[in-house]
């Protein structure tokens, strides 16, 4: 890769101080010493003018003082001057010594050296920082076949999208094998998928596997405040790619710069849109056979224009999901091999414990592990603290020194409690792991962990009930315990409206309401953020009033049933608490074995081995 250079402000007054130096050194050896007529007299008696220049008010020329040689001049006062200067043998002429290279050099020379500096430093500043010389280049990170090392390999977890890429690669390899028979390959592979599944490292994988050229950018670099710099920068970007073709355009990003067109209003989105069809344009005018492979990668896909999604453009569209439970373990080996790992590890274990997470997340899990293992002066990463750091990335950083009283920590043991025995009594609810007293985060005081035995795609309504029934389940350990109820149950509360408004709305789960799906906020496929807007509301007010009816018996009905449950077991809930204000932390297995139910032995688990 070219050399980077770092601007500094330092060059800049180091240039301004060499020109002011300069431009001293120069005059002081140039200078021209104005002296009266007088003294020019009495130095001219003294015999220390040496020779001058006489016109028809002005005297210059050179006089010797302390033996150095110095320029003057003098008014002219006596016309008569020649006799003077002929008696003291004074070589005199009569016209004026030209100042050109005396003010070339004091005027001239210093500022050609100050512009020379400062176009250097221009120059260099361009290497690494947008300046005015480079406002109509692209700004892509130009990566040659024998700098990418990232392979397949180092991509887990993406099978399907990998196979969706393998003939990209292929056709990188061999054109000709595709050519022969007329074939074309897409223009535009756009990969889609939720933040930190992997889009960017296929991305460069494929370029890995292909041994081309990669230019990577993001889409928001494009886009300028001056109008007509994205388009440039379009059009300079294909054209170095046809230079190094075949190779691989990547932009990051692409609904920075891909937004449907008319979205936004008028004003500052003008210059996205003009730069957006340049792209267009570019992508319907380069050939298919010269190699330049674009692909792009967005977790925004339902706000793309539709003219880069229709077929010439953005064709083939790969989606890089998040990976399932075998997925996670391929990718927890792959950031495993980078640090020292235990024998007791359990890969299996952990992709157990950490469902929906992406990759990104993973790996942020397994050097959290690495980071805990070096607090304890440890020399390799054991399951201790890859439990550990799987709490600390869902819950938050555990606070130890926050100081609770006494009434506050016996309100979050009932409370978490009521939670984990509420799910272990009812059906399709997650096992229990561990219930902690231990603040966690911002605001938790306390959590139950439930991790999932396996993968689930699809929830029964009985599975849905028994969910708000657990987050409820800490509200009513409270009312039966205390008589009272505190603020704790806030996040709880909210999380189970959720789900009973859903059965309601959404997936037709109501007797009342009946089969019918009633749209609610947009929500973009793959982020877990509203747009900010609601759809126009399409049913009555009597359906809506209908509707809060239904949700509001669901959480009453499921409220009672967790009271019931912790009313018949409140002797182990007792028991708990005593342990669970006793130790802090218990596991699921403890309480179960103090509720009389019995542990089922884990399946056979797969042991990293170091």
Not at 142 to 149: D, F, S, V
Not at 200 to 225: K, N, Q
Not at 361 to 390: C, F
């Amino acid at each position: 890769m070219e050399k980077k250079y770092k601007f500094s402000i330092w060059y800049i007054l180091l240039g301004i101080w060499v020109v002011f130096l300069i431009q001293s050194v120069l005059s002081s050896a140039f200078a021209v010493r104005t002296i009266p007529y007088s003294e020019f007299l009495n130095l001219l008696k003294q015999n220390q003018i040496t020779e001058v220049a006489i016109s028809a008010n002005r005297i210059q020329g050179k006089m010797n003082v302390d033996g150095r040689d110095q320029m003057f001049k003098t008014v002219r006062v006596d016309p008569d001057i020649s006799a003077l200067l002929e008696q003291h043998n004074v070589t005199f002429k009569g016209q004026m010594e030209s100042t050109v290279l005396r003010d070339l050099f004091s005027w001239i020379f210093p500022i050609i050296l100050f512009v020379g500096i400062w176009y250097f430093l221009i120059r260099r500043m361009a290497g690494s920082q947008t300046g005015f010389m480079t406002l109509g280049k692209n700004k892509a990170k130009i990566y040659m076949e024998n700098e990418i090392k990232v392979t397949f390999k180092d991509a887990a977890g993406v099978d399907e999208a990998e196979q969706e890429l393998v003939e990209v690669i292929e056709f990188l390899k061999e054109p000709a094998k595709f050519t022969q028979l007329g074939g074309k390959l897409p223009k535009g592979i756009l990969l889609v998928g939720p933040p930190g599944t992997g889009k960017t490292l296929l991305a460069r994988a494929v370029a890995g596997e292909s041994h081309v050229p990669f230019f990577s950018l993001s889409g928001s670099e494009f886009v300028e405040m001056f109008v007509g710099l994205g388009a440039a920068r379009v059009r300079d970007l294909f054209e170095q790619a046809k230079q190094k073709a075949p190779c691989i355009i990547f932009i990051d990003e692409l609904d920075a710069l891909g937004k449907a067109r008319g979205i936004g209003g008028m004003g500052g989105h003008d210059e996205r849109e003009q730069t957006l069809n340049q792209l267009l344009v570019e992508m319907d005018g380069f050939d298919p056979k010269v190699g330049v492979i674009l692909m792009a990668a967005s977790n925004r896909p339902e706000i793309l224009d539709p003219a880069l999604l229709r077929p010439g453009r953005f064709d083939r569209h790969v989606l890089v999901d998040r990976p399932d439970r075998k997925g996670r373990e391929d990718i927890l080996r792959v950031h495993l091999r980078n640090i020292t790992a235990a024998a007791d590890v359990d890969v299996g274990k952990l992709a157990g414990m950490t469902p929906g997470m992406v990759g990104a997340d993973l790996a942020n899990l397994v050097n959290e592990a690495a980071l805990l293992a070096v607090r304890r002066n440890k020399t390799v990463v054991s399951m201790a603290e890859m439990e550990e750091a799987v709490e600390r990335v869902m819950g938050g950083l555990e606070k130890k020194n926050r100081l609770i009283n006494v009434e506050e920590r016996k309100i979050v043991a009932y409370h978490e409690l009521g939670h984990a025995i509420v799910a272990l009594s009812l059906p399709g609810t997650d096992p229990v792991q561990k219930i902690s007293i231990i603040p966690r985060g911002i605001a938790a005081l306390g959590y139950t962990m439930q991790v999932p035995t396996e993968d689930r795609f699809l929830m029964k309504k009985t599975e849905l009930l028994s969910k708000v029934s657990t987050l409820l389940g800490g509200r009513a350990a409270e009312a039966l315990i205390f008589g009272d109820i505190s603020t704790g149950a806030h996040n709880d509360i909210s999380r189970a409206t959720d789900i009973a408004r859903s059965m309601v709305t959404e997936y037709g789960m109501s007797s009342k309401v009946g089969q019918v799906y009633f749209s609610r906020e947009k929500r973009p496929l793959f982020l877990d953020v509203t747009m900010g807007m609601r759809n126009e509301v399409e049913y009555s007010e009597a359906t809506a009033q209908l509707i809060d009816q239904e949700v509001r018996q669901i959480m009453d009905e499921q409220y009672k049933v967790a009271f019931q449950i912790l009313k018949e077991k409140k002797e182990f809930l007792e028991k708990a608490v005593h342990l669970l204000l006793e130790k802090e932390k218990i596991h699921g297995d403890e309480l179960k074995a103090l509720m009389g139910i019995p542990t089922q032995k884990p399946a056979t688990t797969d042991t990293l081995v170091p």
